[in-house]
């Protein structure tokens, strides 16, 4: 819609697709063995100023879903979200890494690409993952500047979710409905050794 009066008119869109550098996984894969994290999600709660964020107690309550299935918890976002960040891992009963503030884009596209699932709200690192073709949940807000009809991730691996009314925030977005829905869709039980 926005090419259109240029004159330009798209049939279909093909998603962009990219492979992380191989030095940049083997320097993730060394930073997560040496965090204890083998099989992991990675949770994006920063938002960069463009979305309404998904409060940072419901990343924490899903961390505790994914931590009770035997998945590590990776929190990945800016040096301005390390805050939330250490909120969201503080005590987890899992093997977790707060790289927050500790990645740039090379190493960001590296670790979403090796995770069994991740999860945001609309940001960058949103339409990173869909690029990578990774599972992943993104967590928008029923507000026309963030309709996800426009600006959900191009991935058919992604679930989007949205609150149950029209004038609901995230906050009813509820984690236990996302991880069972994700559960559905993904099978994120542990994978066996």
């Not at 240029?6 to 930073?31: D, F, S, Y």
Request: aromatic share 4%; proline share 10%; glycine share 12%.
């Amino acid at each position: 819609a926005l090419l259109r009066p240029l004159g330009i008119h798209v049939r279909r869109i093909e998603p962009p697709r990219l492979e992380p550098r191989p030095e940049a996984v083997v320097e993730i894969t060394n930073l997560l063995i040496n965090e204890g994290i083998g099989d992991y999600v990675v949770l994006h709660p920063g938002g960069g100023g463009s979305a309404e964020k998904w409060p940072p107690g419901h990343y924490r309550e899903l961390a505790g879903i994914f931590a009770r299935k035997g998945l590590g918890v990776v929190v990945s976002g800016g040096e301005g979200e390390r805050v939330e960040a250490d909120e969201i891992t503080a005590g987890l009963d899992a093997p977790r890494a707060d790289l927050a503030g500790r990645t740039d884009l090379e190493l960001l596209a590296a670790l979403i690409a090796g995770t069994r699932l991740f999860v945001s709200s609309s940001t960058g690192p949103m339409h990173l993952a869909a690029a990578l073709g990774v599972p992943q949940a993104a967590i928008f807000s029923n507000r026309p500047p963030n309709d996800p009809a426009r600006w959900r991730p191009l991935n058919r691996r992604a679930s989007v979710f949205t609150p149950p009314g029209p004038d609901d925030g995230l906050e009813a977005i509820r984690p236990n409905l996302v991880a069972r829905a994700l559960d559905e869709g993904y099978h994120l039980e542990t994978r066996p050794d």
